[in-house]
């Protein structure tokens, strides 16, 4: 009897994490300052193309700036043949600093480096914080590419890998205006 007990345990068991393992859905959590390493990571291993979608990108007088080096990875991808789209939140006078509006200086250094980047519209407000890797790998959630929003700020996203919702994700990229 226990054996029978034993048996339909684990063929329960097996099924039920079979399903899970057909889906092929892989996630991985991304709390607070660990965002800069996956997505350092994601760039960095990124072989065809990257979709960015991000309501701040600000870079910073000091190097060691996690946005920094980030936009640093864009333009290293883009050297190694990765195409890469940028859709950035158009500055906006209440995100003025003594350095200018916020996403500006990114805009001009990627613009720089032949990589396609665009603002939204004006008077749209793009909050989305996406960033598609290869047409499979989406990390999504509340980091913005900003000093606290990197390294101090309390923030979450998840990495996803699901090819179906990564082209969702692109077609909506291109809806952007």
């Not at 991985?28 to 350092?40: G, R, T």
């Not at 870079?59 to 859709?87: F, K, M, P, T, W």
């Amino acid at each position: 009897m226990r054996r029978w007990i034993a048996l339909v345990l684990l063929l329960i068991i097996g099924t039920t994490f079979s399903g899970c393992a057909t889906t092929g859905l892989q996630s991985e959590l991304i709390l607070n300052e660990d965002y800069f390493q996956v997505a350092h990571r994601e760039i960095q291993n990124a072989k065809e193309s990257i979709y960015l979608i991000a309501y701040l990108f600000i870079l910073y007088d000091y190097q060691e700036a996690y946005s920094n080096r980030l936009l640093e990875d864009l333009i290293e991808a883009h050297e190694r043949g990765v195409d890469i789209h940028v859709v950035l939140e158009y500055p906006k006078p209440e995100y003025m600093n003594e350095e200018g509006p916020a996403n500006q200086k990114v805009y001009e250094k990627l613009k720089a480096a032949g990589i396609d980047v665009r603002f939204d519209k004006p008077e749209r407000t793009t909050h989305s914080k996406v960033l598609i890797i290869d047409e499979e790998t989406i990390i999504a959630g509340s980091h913005n590419y900003s000093f606290n929003g990197l390294k101090y700020n309390n923030e979450t996203s998840i990495l996803i890998r699901d090819r179906d919702k990564a082209k969702k994700l692109i077609e909506y990229f291109r809806q952007i205006e």
